[in-house]
């Protein structure tokens, strides 16, 4: 499952990027999979939306084993 999801971001990371963020795995626990938001998304007020509307979906539809994406 952590190949499935590093796949997953690598295709949500040019967008991030061309905004000034990132994104890191930081590890999956179960269904969870819990992530870090870098650069300029780390902190950004769009940031929670970012996480459920963007990656959380895509990661969700490219890994259906995922139940959810938490940022720490």
């Known amino acids: ?3 499935q999801v590093l796949a997953a971001i690598k295709k949500i990371r040019p967008a991030l990027m ?3 963020g990132d994104i890191e795995l930081v ?3 179960g ?3 819990k992530v870090r938001l870098t650069g300029a998304c ?3 007020p769009h940031a929670a939306i970012t996480l459920k509307e963007g990656v959380e979906r895509i990661i ?3 890994v259906p ?3 959810s994406v938490e940022s720490v």
Request: contains cysteine; negative net charge.
């Open 31 to 33: 269904g969870v999979v």
């Open 42 to 44: 780390h902190g950004c």
């Open 65 to 67: 084993e995922v139940q």
């Open 60 to 62: 969700k539809s490219e």
């Open 27 to 29: 590890g999956i626990e």
């Open 18 to 20: 061309a905004d000034g």
């Open 1 to 3: 499952m952590k190949e």
